[in-house]
């Protein structure tokens, strides 16, 4: 069965969300990193089954800085752990589904990513991921 590895929140300041997460519910938030190729800044929350990701513009062009402004923030996209992002997208590709990434990319805390197109039936973003460790490790 497939399982949801995280999900992806978009804010204008991921320091705000930290506190925020820590001052409501005591949760920490993983060292914050900067994703230079995306233009954002990271900021992780574990939790038992699943993580949320906070992620926060780094540049007027950054990928979520468009999402930001039309909406202020919010959830932006979920992501699926699968064993193999390059044979995911080669058989999603076959049933015509339409894609973001045609190949996977290397991702900050995954091995490889890619993003479906958002304009599927389920209008959401759906990003695929392949985590470190996993089956083809080498
Ligand atoms: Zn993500």
Request: charged letters at 30%; a neutral charge; aromatic letters at 6%.
């Amino acid at each position: 069965m497939l399982k949801i590895d995280h999900i992806g929140i978009a804010v204008p300041s991921v320091e705000e969300a930290k506190k925020f997460v820590k001052d409501a519910f005591g949760l920490e938030m993983e060292e914050i990193e900067i994703v230079a190729s995306q233009k954002v800044k990271v900021g992780r929350v574990r939790f038992e089954n699943i993580i949320l990701e906070f992620l926060e513009p780094t540049a007027p062009n950054s990928p979520i800085s468009g999402f930001i402004e039309k909406r202020g923030g919010g959830l932006h996209h979920i992501a699926i752990s699968v064993e193999n992002v390059k044979g995911t997208l080669k058989s999603l590709k076959e049933k015509g589904v339409s894609l973001i990434d045609g190949e996977p990319r290397g991702g900050a805390a995954y091995k490889w990513i890619a993003f479906l197109s958002p304009k599927n039936p389920a209008k959401t973003l759906i990003e695929l991921v392949e985590t470190k460790g996993g089956i083809d490790e080498n």
